[in-house]
């Protein structure tokens, strides 16, 4: 049983094609600005000094 799977092959290969070559990926972009600003947050919540602890009575 042969069949003609030419009609389906152009089509898959035309869908590939489209999303190769996209005028825009999918995907999540972040401004660098927003990435420096998290990655500074993160790191003076780092950096910052403990809380103090409450004083206990030397007895």
Not at 3 to 9: A, I, Q
Not at 17 to 44: I, K
């Amino acid at each position: 049983m042969v069949t003609d799977r030419t009609v389906e092959t152009t089509a898959l290969t035309a869908e590939v094609e489209g999303m190769l070559d996209s005028a825009e990926p999918h995907g999540v972009f972040r401004d660098t600005r927003e990435c420096g600003g998290g990655l500074l947050l993160a790191a003076l919540l780092l950096i910052s000094p403990p809380t103090p602890r409450p004083k206990t009575d030397a007895r």
